[in-house]
């Protein structure tokens, strides 16, 4: 699957338990999610790769303005 142009994947590992793993850069993001619905694990790994993509963005000052006030 892909959000926001980054490819991840969750696979159910037993009733309820999913696994998941996406990939920025060069870092490697892997977890566990306790759920019944399918659809609500796939939701925690995009609020997931929304989080560190926000993260990522706090690293660098924004493009085109003067951060002197």
Do not use: C, Y
Not at 25 to 48: H, K, M, P, S, W
């Amino acid at each position: 699957m892909i959000h926001k142009g980054i490819e991840f994947s969750v696979t159910e590992v037993a009733a309820g338990v999913w696994t998941w793993r996406f990939q920025l850069g060069d870092r490697i993001f892997t977890g566990r999610t306790e759920t019944n619905l399918d659809l609500l694990a796939i939701r925690r790994v995009q609020l997931r790769i929304d989080r560190e993509l926000k993260k990522a963005g706090q690293d660098q000052p924004p493009r085109g303005r003067d951060n002197a006030d």
